[in-house]
């Protein structure tokens, strides 16, 4: 088991990442817990809620809407869910984005915590306190900042994750590689095989090392004023590609830190025999490198990007492969970069 813990002003999320970690939940039942529960992980261990107060959230990024969350707090009211009651989101950052705002508008603030099911969520979605959903096909336009009481990170349910859903979270912990630690990326390249069998070291040393790098970028910048944009390294024209393609969230991430690295190489910022270790670190893990879509639509698309300010997009560079920075682009700047990529 390892123990990791998120403090920003006075509160402590604590953050577990290991085994059988569901049995915990006894420790919570003197309150009126309330579970909020991805419908495929209730499906496939239906036995470890029984007797738990349960809603499911079926699966798909069309219930991250508001609609949805008044759905959920319906139902809470008819449970008697009070505010004493604590919610707990057990699932991927769909279900945990949406816990964290459900809990954080119920009665004026609920207590809660997640256990995170998916490698995704594991390394991002569950830590830092990032909440809510999105609105017109505008991703996470609507939320607030509030940090959970716990983020149970269980690597026995990592087991039962569709391989493109685990390449996914994959991408994710490239990025922490690419962005912050040479070492953790190393260790990538040299145990990709081991990660996509599902080797329990290899599982806990990578979502071990993530979580690590992002309570450290969060701590030091809790609501993205400066370090914390690192990590939308690849996010802003992934974000654009999943919106146009429908894609999974790591492999539009995966291309994005692609053009972003040629980017980074086109600008002089970065060698070229970085750029194609990055490259080549994707593509040995079976995600995407490149997409069909028009210099247009992306550039368009990512013009509706709510990071956008004015003008100006912070755009993610690398220097080299551990080192990333902030580059303020005027958007004239970025659709010439952009038709220069491909
Ligand atoms: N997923 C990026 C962040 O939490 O800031």
């Given at each position: 088991m390892h123990e990791l813990s998120l403090n920003?002003?006075?509160?402590?999320?604590?953050?577990?990442?290991?085994?059988?970690?569901?049995?915990?939940?006894?420790?919570?039942?003197?309150?009126?817990?309330?579970?909020?529960?991805?419908?495929?992980?209730?499906?496939?261990?239906?036995?470890?809620?029984?007797?738990?107060?349960c809603l499911t959230v079926p699966s798909g990024e069309?219930?991250?809407?508001?609609?949805?969350?008044?759905?959920?707090m319906r139902q809470m009211i008819n449970m008697e869910a009070d505010r004493t009651a604590f919610l707990v989101g057990v699932g991927g950052g769909l279900v945990t984005d949406l816990t964290g705002f459900v809990a954080s508008i119920f009665m004026r603030g609920i207590r809660f915590g997640f256990i995170s099911t998916t490698l995704l969520g594991q390394?991002?979605?569950?830590?830092?306190?990032?909440?809510?959903?999105?609105?017109?096909?505008?991703?996470?336009?609507v939320g607030v900042f509030r940090q959970p009481e716990?983020?149970?990170?269980?690597?026995?349910?990592?087991?039962?994750?569709?391989?493109?859903?685990?390449?996914?979270?994959?991408?994710?912990?490239?990025?922490?590689g690419a962005i912050r630690d040479?070492?953790?990326f190393d260790y990538l390249e040299g145990h990709h095989e081991a990660i996509l069998a599902r080797n329990p070291e290899a599982l806990e040393k990578i979502v071990s090392a993530s979580a690590a790098i992002k309570v450290e970028i969060?701590?030091?910048d809790v609501t993205e004023q400066a370090d914390r944009k690192l990590l939308n390294f690849g996010h802003t024209l992934g974000h654009a590609i999943e919106k146009l393609t429908g894609m999974?969230?790591?492999?539009?991430?995966?291309?994005?830190?692609?053009?972003?690295?040629?980017?980074?190489?086109?600008?002089?910022?970065?060698?070229?025999?970085?750029?194609?270790?990055?490259?080549?670190?994707?593509?040995?893990?079976?995600?995407?490198?490149?997409?069909?879509?028009?210099?247009?639509?992306l550039y368009e698309t990512l013009l509706k990007d709510k990071k956008r300010s004015g003008d100006f997009i912070h755009f993610i560079l690398l220097q080299s492969i551990g080192e990333a920075f902030v580059h303020k682009m005027d958007l004239h700047s970025l659709r010439t970069a952009i038709h220069d990529l491909y």
């Open positions: 920003i002003d006075e509160h402590v999320t604590s953050i577990l990442i290991g085994r059988d970690l569901f049995r915990k939940l006894e420790k919570i039942s003197d309150r009126k817990l309330v579970l909020l529960v991805d419908e495929n992980v209730y499906k496939l261990h239906e036995p470890k809620f029984a007797g738990l107060n069309q219930q991250k809407k508001l609609a949805f969350v008044e759905h959920v390394v991002d979605a569950s830590i830092g306190g990032k909440n809510g959903v999105n609105l017109d096909g505008y991703k996470n336009m716990f983020v149970w990170c269980d690597l026995d349910l990592l087991g039962s994750l569709d391989q493109r859903e685990l390449a996914s979270g994959f991408s994710e912990v490239i990025k922490y040479r070492s953790l969060v701590e030091s999974v969230h790591g492999e539009a991430i995966a291309i994005g830190m692609v053009m972003a690295a040629r980017l980074s190489y086109n600008m002089g910022f970065l060698d070229a025999a970085e750029a194609f270790r990055l490259e080549q670190m994707i593509a040995t893990v079976g995600l995407p490198v490149k997409t069909d879509l028009s210099h247009d639509d």
